[in-house]
């Protein structure tokens, strides 16, 4: 399938961008894993730095309690620092994160401090004691745990950073690689698409340059400019072979004015001149008169050969008679000129053309066998018109010395020939006979879809 031109300029670039896309949305998937990763140990860092301040608080609340039972004067004096190191514990012994982390005995042991120094102002210095001896080691432990959680959690953060981003590091480095490769294939496919068609099109444009005006088929359907390009460079060829075709057919019509020109001047005005003389030497006196049916013949004479030009210009036998009637009026018109000849004509032939086909096929049939009288030099000649597989055919060939190759279809009677059948939509070939020498022209009308005249 080909691609409009604005898509193949498009392809590699779009391709490119996509690629991108792709890989910018992998890393914003893999950001939020490094994330998660990195909270690991974070939390556990978190919940180890609580244990250390429960511990501090813990060791600094047994002191105080200790004070207190040592120095009873200095109770109040002393209370206010325990409450607030008290709130301090308290606040990061109830917190969820350190709880569920820690296990199952240690959290028990906390739950139960918590209960006896959740009222301090009620303290009971001995028994603050001897809860936060039994405190800190369990504490202390879990303090040890949670470091050592901490050094796992970042051990294994470490480990997985280094996989996400070897991950990340070969997926840029593929999409990359792929970017490369698909933009340089992509855009040298485009660029050598493009030049093929501009290849093609430039040709056709030589060729036109040339003056071979042969058609070929536009695009049916437009895709993009160049599709645009191709269609107007077929419309121009088509216009250049209409009007040389037309120049070809007033060339034709030249040269048979000028054939007739010269038929007239040899024969019509030669028989003229002729009369003229015998009147002229019946007026003279002296001279003997020739007899009125000496004169009465030369009449006829010059008579017969006016209607022969009259029948070259345009045959009234053609209209009155039909198509066979008028090739074999000419075939006995030149009868002693000619050699041995077979006429064979299908009556199916006369129904199946237009008046235009009919006159267009008289003078592309009787050019032939012009062609035949002037150039074979043979002994014999068949002429056949005949309805095959819907198309009209219709054969000149001859045993004579046969035409070059390089000269069928090239001639000048042969390109008026052509550019006649051109016009109706026909084609013309030229090949070998099926005698032993001479040439073999045909004639290929189709019958089906003619376009009608304009």
Same mark, same amino acid.
């Given at each position: ?107 028990r042991i906390i739950r139960d401090s918590t209960a006896r120094l959740r009222d301090p102002e009620h303290v009971d210095p001995k028994v603050a004691h001897a809860t936060l001896s039994t405190l800190l080691p369990a504490l202390n432990q879990l303090y040890v745990g ?54 093609t099109l430039t040709q056709r444009a030589q060729l036109v340059c040339a003056g071979d005006l042969a058609p070929y088929p536009a695009p049916i359907h437009v895709r993009d400019e160049l599709d645009t390009l191709d269609q107007c460079l077929a419309a121009m060829t ?87 009637? =008028?090739?074999? !009026?000419?075939? %006995?018109?030149?009868? *002693? /000129?000619?050699?041995?000849?077979? +006429?064979?004509?299908?009556?199916? &032939? ?34 056949s018109i005949r309805v095959v597989a819907q198309h009209l055919l219709c054969t000149v060939e001859d045993n004579g010395i046969g035409m070059p190759v390089a000269q069928m279809s090239q001639g000048h009677g042969c390109l008026n020939i052509s550019e006649r059948a051109?016009?109706?939509? =026909?084609?013309? !070939?030229?090949? %070998?006979?099926?005698? *032993? /020498?001479?040439?073999?022209?045909? +004639?290929?009308?189709?019958?089906? &879809? ?5």
């Open positions: 399938m080909q691609l409009p031109f604005r898509y193949q300029f498009l392809l590699a670039p779009a391709t490119i961008i996509l690629l991108l896309a792709g890989l910018v949305t992998y890393t914003l998937v893999e950001l939020p894993r490094i994330n998660r990763e990195n909270e690991i140990p974070r939390q556990w860092e978190l919940a180890a730095d609580r244990a250390l301040v429960m511990i501090a608080t813990a060791s600094h609340l047994d002191q105080v309690a200790q004070r207190m039972a040592a120095t009873p004067a200095k109770r109040d004096e002393l209370l206010f620092d325990y409450i607030e190191q008290t709130q301090i514990y308290l606040d990061n012994a109830q917190h969820s994160e350190l709880l569920a982390r820690a296990p199952e005995d240690i959290r949670f470091q050592s959680q901490r050094r796992t959690a970042l051990m294994d953060y470490h480990r997985n950073l280094r996989e996400i981003v070897a991950q990340l590091i070969n997926a840029s480095l593929t999409v990359l690689l792929i970017c490369i490769v698909l933009g340089v294939g992509l855009a040298t496919w485009g660029l050598h698409a493009t030049r093929r068609r501009l290849a088509q216009r250049l072979i209409n009007t040389v075709a037309v120049e070809k057919v007033l060339q034709g019509a030249e040269d048979e004015r000028r054939r007739i020109a010269m038929d007239m001047h040899d024969g019509v005005l030669a028989e003229l001149t002729a009369l003229s003389r015998t009147l002229d030497q019946a007026e003279n006196a002296q001279a003997k008169t020739p007899p009125i049916s000496e004169l009465r013949a030369n009449v006829a004479e010059l008579a017969e050969s006016i209607r022969c030009v009259i029948e070259d210009l345009h045959p009234q036998s053609l209209e009155i008679l039909g198509l066979e009637a =008028a090739l074999r !009026s000419f075939l %006995a018109r030149h009868g *002693s /000129s000619l050699p041995d000849y077979h +006429f064979e004509f299908d009556p199916n &032939a006369e129904s199946a053309l237009r008046p235009e086909q009919k006159i267009h096929l008289f003078r592309i049939a009787t050019e032939a066998i012009h062609n035949v009288i002037r150039h074979a030099q043979c002994s014999r000649f068949e002429v051109r016009a109706i939509g =026909a084609q013309t !070939s030229w090949g %070998a006979s099926r005698f *032993s /020498s001479g040439t073999r022209f045909e +004639f290929s009308l189709p019958l089906v &879809a003619t376009p009608c005249p304009n």
